[in-house]
């Protein structure tokens, strides 16, 4: 009976998907678990006071951040000398207001990052799935296109696309997303086959079930748990890829507020106003911190090897 149901994906209380157990108080469970970790509950903290200013950056924001202010070029911060609460991180080499194009710089690096996540979650899933399922031949192709990719140091990879199909923020995705790509179908690839010969995936093959009932109704449900900690970690690097190619010239173009740009165009003021350089590299490093302690965190609930006993 509970085969039945694992089969038809209506799995009972109680019976575990992944690495976690869908029990009445599984999510107070996991949050039990994940508060555990300090860290993580501190990175979770600090990301979602970064998104919330994302998000509402319009708002939050003190000024507009293409504005540039001729009286105040290359202004100190308030804690310097000559610095003023009307910008309080100061201003870079053409005026413009710190302090609001780091806020505005939160919510195009984080679009990126998840951005990239998304589509190489769902992209990977599918080959994946294919992969595990589809035969040798398939199976085959699959694996040496993505042996392919990885042969490539990522940044290396990312700049020959973007140089190919031109700088832009889109293209600054999809390269990127081409490098994250192979670590999601050759994890849901091993995360399949491992599941292919339980109890449930014969039960389901008996009755009769379709392939594609068989791929993402019954055995997907029971790959996620590596899946979400993979694409949580990889959000803080597909950041870094993209503030790279943004310090390169190749990310998301000015005047568009990118951290990775910003420090760019920051370069010429490292010794004279280094706090031009130093606030976009402080926002790359907070965020990228806390996305990888929350992933930590994620990482130990979801797996009941890692929690404590």
Same mark, same amino acid.
């Given at each position: 009976?509970?085969? #039945?149901?694992?089969?038809?994906?209506?799995?009972?209380?109680?019976?575990?998907?992944?690495?976690?157990?869908?029990?009445?108080?599984?999510?107070?469970?996991?949050?039990?678990?994940?508060?555990?970790?300090?860290?993580?509950?501190?990175?979770?903290?600090?990301?979602?006071?970064?998104?919330?200013?994302?998000?509402?950056?319009?708002?939050?924001?003190?000024?507009?951040?293409?504005?540039?202010?001729?009286?105040?070029?290359?202004?100190?911060?308030?804690?310097?000398?000559?610095?003023?609460?009307?910008?309080?991180?100061?201003?870079?080499?053409?005026?413009?207001?710190?302090?609001?194009?780091?806020?505005?710089?939160?919510?195009?690096?984080?679009?990126?990052?998840?951005?990239?996540?998304?589509?190489?979650?769902?992209?990977?899933?599918?080959?994946?799935?294919?992969?595990?399922?589809?035969?040798?031949?398939?199976?085959?192709?699959?694996?040496?296109?993505?042996?392919?990719?990885?042969?490539?140091?990522?940044?290396?990879?990312?700049?020959?696309?973007?140089?190919?199909?031109?700088?832009?923020?889109?293209?600054?995705?999809?390269?990127?997303?081409?490098?994250?790509?192979?670590?999601?179908?050759?994890?849901?690839?091993?995360?399949?086959?491992?599941?292919?010969?339980?109890?449930?995936?014969?039960?389901?093959?008996?009755?009769?079930?379709?392939?594609?009932?068989?791929?993402?109704?019954?055995?997907?449900?029971?790959?996620?748990?590596?899946?979400?900690?993979?694409?949580?970690?990889?959000?803080?690097?597909?950041?870094?890829?993209?503030?790279?190619?943004?310090?390169?010239?190749?990310?998301?173009?000015?005047?568009?507020?990118?951290?990775?740009?910003?420090?760019? #165009?920051?370069?010429?003021?490292?010794?004279?106003?280094?706090?031009?350089?130093?606030?976009?590299?402080?926002?790359?490093?907070?965020?990228?911190?806390?996305?990888?302690?929350?992933?930590?965190?994620?990482?130990?609930?979801?797996?009941?090897?890692?929690?404590?006993?």
């Amino acid at each position: 009976m509970a085969s #039945d149901q694992a089969a038809s994906g209506a799995l009972a209380p109680g019976i575990p998907v992944g690495n976690v157990a869908l029990a009445p108080g599984g999510l107070a469970n996991f949050w039990a678990s994940f508060a555990e970790n300090k860290g993580a509950v501190a990175g979770l903290a600090i990301l979602i006071v970064i998104v919330l200013l994302a998000i509402f950056a319009g708002s939050v924001a003190p000024h507009n951040p293409l504005i540039q202010f001729r009286d105040a070029v290359r202004a100190p911060p308030v804690w310097e000398t000559g610095g003023t609460w009307r910008h309080i991180l100061g201003t870079d080499g053409l005026g413009r207001d710190m302090l609001s194009r780091l806020i505005f710089g939160a919510r195009v690096s984080l679009f990126i990052g998840l951005m990239v996540m998304a589509v190489s979650f769902v992209l990977g899933v599918v080959l994946g799935l294919l992969s595990a399922f589809s035969g040798a031949v398939v199976d085959t192709i699959i694996s040496r296109v993505m042996d392919l990719i990885m042969s490539v140091p990522g940044l290396v990879l990312a700049i020959l696309i973007v140089a190919v199909l031109g700088p832009s923020l889109f293209n600054t995705i999809t390269a990127v997303t081409v490098v994250f790509l192979p670590r999601f179908v050759r994890l849901v690839r091993a995360s399949a086959m491992a599941e292919l010969g339980k109890e449930y995936v014969t039960s389901a093959r008996v009755i009769g079930v379709s392939k594609l009932h068989l791929m993402f109704i019954t055995v997907l449900p029971n790959c996620l748990a590596p899946l979400i900690v993979q694409s949580a970690l990889g959000v803080s690097e597909a950041i870094l890829e993209a503030a790279a190619l943004g310090f390169l010239g190749l990310g998301a173009q000015p005047p568009t507020p990118e951290w990775g740009a910003m420090l760019a #165009d920051a370069r010429e003021f490292i010794r004279s106003n280094p706090w031009i350089v130093t606030m976009p590299g402080i926002a790359i490093l907070v965020t990228v911190v806390s996305i990888n302690l929350m992933g930590d965190g994620l990482r130990d609930a979801l797996d009941p090897k890692m929690q404590r006993s």
